[in-house]
């Protein structure tokens, strides 16, 4: 029960962050001058009555206190409007546009924890032999890269071998080919993408392992699973991978900050229509309503992230449960 109601007390504070994120978001916005309906008034051929009447029909002719009060009502009944430019539900446009971005952002975080997991185990094993120093060149060479040079780099790649589509989720001529031709697909245009996103949480997260891992070595505990004649596998994962896995959750919210931050810069080098893609979009078209819920949509999933890695944290660190008993 006391670790159930720490994890109320936290979703409650996370559900009122998430408010004010999306409260600011929309003043902000509200702010910019102009609105989606500015670029028609440049058209010779519109009507000025039309456009006025399409404001008002929006409520974008009432104050910003106006404005935020129906938008708030809206939320509490979880309705983030209509998209202006797509003429569709926020909400739907957003969720498809997440799902999208989930298909690079969990094969990239699984496979970037996984291998910086274990490539940083081995790195504090051997940091003072050839592969120690060899590593620390490559994590620092890697964590030096933007990913927006990753991403251009492997699309003048792609370009230059022909090895990898240029853009885009899937070709133009799967209608009748059947499931695996379409996984077969999907995959090939996921290569790219997932690789340049993969490349930094991999090597954030060796280098939280690493030290971490680092000051376990020199414990009693590992020193007497050697003298016991342990495999190196098992020391690795029992005395070497498992304990150092705190540090590595504590950092798992702005972990899915960095990979939603990567995510926009590579959606939009590769045409992938994610929530990245979809979040330039609204702020180029000035589609407040599907701006403000492209950003709702980012930050619930920092807000899953932290409250995932606080869940994990109360059930497999006792001493977060101490602290949370003396709140």
Not at 159 to 169: D, V
Request: hydrophobic share 55%; with cysteine.
């Amino acid at each position: 029960m006391k670790i159930l109601s720490a994890i109320l007390r936290r979703v409650l504070q996370l559900a009122v962050l998430s408010l004010l994120v999306a409260s600011a978001t929309f003043v902000l916005a509200s702010l910019i001058p102009g609105d989606f309906f500015s670029a028609q008034e440049l058209d010779p051929n519109a009507h000025r009555q039309t456009i006025d009447l399409a404001r008002q029909r929006h409520g974008l002719d009432q104050p910003l206190a106006v404005r935020y009060g129906r938008w708030l009502e809206r939320c509490l009944h979880l309705d983030l409007g209509k998209s202006l430019f797509y003429e569709r539900p926020v909400r739907d446009v957003v969720l498809d546009a997440l799902g999208k971005t989930l298909w690079v952002a969990v094969p990239a975080l699984i496979l970037g924890l996984v291998g910086g997991v274990f490539v940083g185990a081995l790195h504090a094993r051997r940091h003072n032999s050839a592969i120690g120093s060899a590593l620390d060149v490559m994590s620092n060479l890697a964590l030096s890269l933007p990913t927006i040079l990753l991403g251009l780099g492997a699309l003048l790649f792609a370009a230059a071998t022909g090895w990898f589509p240029l853009g885009s989720m899937s070709s133009a001529n799967l209608a009748d080919k059947g499931f695996l031709a379409w996984i077969a697909d999907r995959a090939h245009h996921l290569a790219l993408p997932v690789a340049c996103l993969t490349i930094p949480i991999l090597v954030y997260v060796e280098k939280i392992q690493c030290a971490a891992t680092r000051e376990i070595l020199d414990q009693p505990c590992v020193r007497a699973a050697y003298a016991r004649g342990l495999g190196r596998t098992q020391i690795l994962i029992h005395y070497l991978v498992q304990p150092a896995l705190n540090p590595l959750l504590s950092t798992l919210g702005p972990l899915l900050g960095s990979i939603l931050s990567g995510s926009l810069v590579l959606e939009v080098i590769f045409s992938w229509p994610g929530l990245g893609q979809a979040t330039l979009n609204a702020l180029l078209r000035m589609d407040l309503p599907l701006v403000v819920g492209c950003v709702v949509g980012s930050t619930i999933l920092l807000v899953f992230g932290n409250l995932t890695a606080d869940i994990l944290l109360l059930i497999l660190d006792p001493r977060t449960r101490v602290a949370e008993r003396a709140l």
